[in-house]
């Protein structure tokens, strides 16, 4: 049976099956979650096919150094963390002290340590302080969706010509759309993905997905011209 219009038993019944036959189960990436629901922090980790994605595009893009903005409890960080080489960094950024430390925990258990710098702090105070290093090669957007314009600036302030950008939840149940939304959330999103399409440095798309999360969106951007601001 087709479903022109997916109801949610059949969009969800297609996550789990893509899930199960795809990503598969792992017992690191499933206590990494048990961890952070046990800190009842919130339930907003990347679905499992997004986390797959995720690692993918590090091996795909041979990515060496990777930036998150978001830490929350390390799941997606875990998932990078195993697509980059022995001798790449994931640098992570979590405000939340807390979060930190759980994460930590579960990136550590996870045998990827050694892999996995958790800068502590608000992400547009951090970022700064990692000019200078070698520029990333990957970066995930994934914290308050208020500040995505500034930490696309930085994306492509620390990357190079033809640093991979994602960014998580730009689809945000469909509210997206809405141009008069008085959401702080849409209109950062709708900021940063305004700003993908203008700014010369990227070259960017979305994606709607409908995933164990729900009905969401990730965009890819490419930077073309880093210096171009
Ligand atoms: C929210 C944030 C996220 O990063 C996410 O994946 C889902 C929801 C939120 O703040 O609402
Ligand atoms: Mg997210």
Redesign the pocket.
């Known amino acids: 049976m087709t479903h022109p219009d997916p109801t949610p038993d059949a969009w969800r019944a297609v996550d789990r099956y893509f899930a199960e036959t795809l990503v598969g189960h792992d017992a690191d990436l499933e206590a990494a979650v048990a961890a952070q629901r046990e800190a009842d922090m ?1 339930a ?3 679905a499992p096919v997004n986390g797959k994605f995720l690692h993918l595009l590090a091996r795909m893009t041979g990515a060496r150094r990777v930036l998150e903005i ?1 830490t ?1 409890g390390g799941y997606s960080t875990i998932w990078l963390a195993r697509g980059i080489p022995e001798d790449g960094r994931v640098v992570t950024i979590e405000a939340e002290p807390a979060n930190a430390a759980v994460a930590r925990a579960s990136i550590d258990g996870a045998g990827v340590g050694d892999k996995v710098e958790i800068r502590i702090g608000r992400a547009a105070e951090v970022l700064p302080t990692l000019e200078g290093e070698e520029p990333f090669d990957l970066v995930f957007i ?4 208020e500040s995505n314009a500034i930490y696309l600036d930085w994306s492509a302030r620390l990357g190079r010509e033809g640093t991979v950008v994602v960014v ?2 730009v689809g ?1 149940g469909g509210a997206v759309a809405d141009a008069e939304s008085t959401s702080s ?1 849409v209109i950062g999103t709708r900021r940063g993905l305004a700003m993908l399409g203008e700014d010369p440095r990227f070259e960017a798309t979305a994606l709607q997905t409908l995933d164990a ?1 729900g009905w ?1 969106g990730v965009a890819l951007a490419l930077v073309v011209r880093p210096g171009a601001a």
């Open positions: 919130p907003i980790e990347v978001g929350l994934d914290a308050d969706k998580d939840n945000r959330q999360k969401d």
